[in-house]
C-alpha cells in the first residue's frame, strides 16, 4: 500500500508503514486500514484509535478504509466532532443571512445542518467579501464516508444582478481573480483544489475543495 501511494505522488517522508512490531497508529494523522492493518489491530482500530471513516472502497474483506485518527481517543474525538458540528451549524446560518452569498436550495440545506467544513465556510465569507458568489453545491466526492464527516467541496458562480441566481456560468474574470486569491491563502485556509469545472447541464463554475481530515475545533481559534 504504501509503495501504491508513492506512485499516486503522495510524498514519501509523510508515510509511516504499520508492521507487525508497531502497537500504534497515533504517529499519523490518517490511517489507510487494510485488510492486513484489521487483522493487526482488530477491534481497536475502530473503537479506540481511529472512529470515523474518511472514505471507503471496495467491499468484504478486500474492503479499504480511510480512517481519521483520534490522538486522544474515540470518545474525545465525538466530543469535539459534536461541538465542531454546532459551531459550524452557527457559522452556517451567519453566512445564509449574508445579502453577498446565495445558495441552491440543496447547499442552503447543508449550511443550516452544519454539513459544511469550517475552512470552506471560512474561505466563501472571505470571498463573499470580495465578490458576491452564488453556491451550485457542496460536496465531499468521498465514497464511503461516515455520515456526519464535513463536505469539503464546493461549486460556485458569481451572483449577478438582474439575472435569476446561479443561471449563468462563472465569468473568465470571476474565474481569474477567485483562484489567485484562493491560491494566495495561508494554511490551513489555502483549499487542495481549485479548477474550473464544467458540469452536466453545461454550467462552468469554479471548484474548490479541501483536504481531509477537517480540522475539528477551528472556530473556536483565535
Excluded at 82 to 99: C, I, M, P, Q, V
Excluded at 161 to 184: Q, Y
Excluded at 189 to 209: C, F, H, S
Amino acid at each position: 500500500m504504501c509503495q501504491v501511494l508513492e506512485s499516486h505522488g503522495f510524498p514519501a517522508g509523510d508515510i509511516y508503514e504499520l508492521g507487525p512490531e508497531e502497537t500504534s497508529p497515533l504517529r499519523s494523522a490518517v490511517v489507510v486500514a487494510t485488510p492486513a492493518v484489521r487483522a493487526q489491530f482488530g477491534t481497536v482500530l475502530s473503537s479506540v484509535y481511529a472512529p470515523a471513516v474518511l472514505a471507503s472502497f471496495g467491499s468484504g474483506r478486500q474492503r479499504i478504509d480511510i480512517r481519521a485518527v483520534a490522538p486522544h481517543g474515540a470518545a474525545a474525538y465525538r466530543a469535539m466532532l459534536a461541538a465542531d458540528l454546532a459551531a459550524r451549524r452557527t457559522s452556517g446560518a451567519e453566512l445564509l443571512r449574508s445579502n453577498r452569498i446565495a445558495v441552491s436550495p440543496t447547499a442552503r440545506k447543508q449550511l443550516s445542518a452544519g454539513q459544511v467544513d469550517s475552512r470552506l465556510q471560512l474561505t466563501l465569507a472571505a470571498m463573499a467579501a470580495k465578490r458576491p458568489v452564488y453556491i451550485v453545491a457542496f460536496n465531499s466526492f468521498a465514497a464511503g464516508a461516515d455520515a456526519d464527516m464535513p463536505v469539503r467541496f464546493a461549486d460556485m458562480t458569481q451572483e449577478s444582478s438582474g439575472h435569476v441566481v446561479g443561471d449563468r456560468s462563472a465569468t473568465l474574470a470571476f474565474l481569474r481573480s477567485m483562484t489567485a486569491f484562493l491560491r494566495a491563502q495561508p494554511a490551513p485556509y489555502q483549499p487542495l483544489q481549485v479548477e474550473t469545472v464544467r458540469l452536466a447541464d453545461g454550467k462552468t463554475v469554479l471548484r474548490i475543495g479541501f483536504a481531509a481530515p477537517s480540522p475539528l475545533g477551528l472556530f473556536g481559534q483565535p
